[in-house]
């Protein structure tokens, strides 16, 4: 059974730089079938979406986001890892991973979240 | 990139039908899909492809899409329905870097 953890620093200040990792397992994120994507919530609001990337490299971004943002595959790991430069207190929020078949369309499985809170 | 607004909320009765509406431009055009989110959980994918269920959904879940506007509808509304929904939609793009997925605001559903 496929699982999703994000792992990561909870309290991030101010102007520095936010770092998270999805550890998959139970399936492979070198599968050629899927896309590996990040999500957040804000405490109390909508989803938004921040990337999708493939095993290869290749990353479509949020284009809000995309100056701030750095996808990396981590392959031996299984692990996705997401890196938001230059935080401010509008970047704290639940930032969820999750997969992306693009034959569907849409995030099929999700992990549970971790949230991190931007606070000096 | 698109934006996709929906109704902040939807009330319905137990046993009744409800209908949750996505609008976006040339809508129709994409694949729209759909998420249940519960309070303290992840979100669950309830309608994808506009139309499909996964694994586990329930027959009372549906959607369609056509035009500007795409639809979820949960007919036969249990109390265990009440909950956040997002609808999303995924446009391909004409090459790899522009493909773009996007969320509508939520709904959320109240069964009195």
């Known amino acids: 059974q496929l699982q999703l953890q994000e792992s990561g620093p909870g309290l991030v200040k101010p102007a520095e730089t936010l770092s998270l990792t999805c550890t998959v397992s139970g399936g492979s994120i070198s599968s050629s079938s899927y896309y590996w994507g990040w999500i957040r919530q804000p405490p109390g609001k909508g989803l938004e979406w921040i990337a999708n990337?493939?095993?290869?490299?290749?990353?479509y971004f949020n284009p809000s986001l995309r100056s701030r943002v750095t996808i990396s595959v981590l392959t031996p790991e299984n692990q996705i890892s997401l890196r938001l430069s230059s935080v401010t207190a509008a970047d704290s929020a639940v930032y969820y991973c999750?997969?992306?078949?693009?034959?569907?369309?849409?995030?099929?499985?999700w992990g549970q979240g971790t949230l991190v809170t931007v606070s000096s | 990139s698109s934006e996709l607004t929906q109704p902040p909320s939807v009330s319905v009765s137990p046993g009744q039908t409800a209908s949750i509406t996505c609008s976006g431009d040339?809508?129709?055009?994409?694949?729209v899909c759909w998420y249940q989110q519960k309070p303290g959980q992840s979100p669950v994918l309830v309608i994808y492809q506009d139309v499909k269920r996964p694994s586990g959904i329930p027959e009372r879940f549906s959607g369609s899409n056509s035009g500007n506007t795409a639809t979820l509808t949960i007919s036969g509304t249990q109390a265990m329905d009440e909950a956040d929904y997002y609808c999303q939609a995924w446009d391909a793009g004409t090459a790899w870097d522009t493909s773009t997925v996007v969320f509508g605001g939520g709904t959320k559903l109240t069964v009195l």
């Open positions: 999750a997969r992306f078949p693009p034959r569907e369309g849409a995030f099929d499985n």
């Open positions: 040339k809508l129709g055009d994409k694949y």
């Open positions: 990337t493939y095993y290869t490299g290749n990353t």
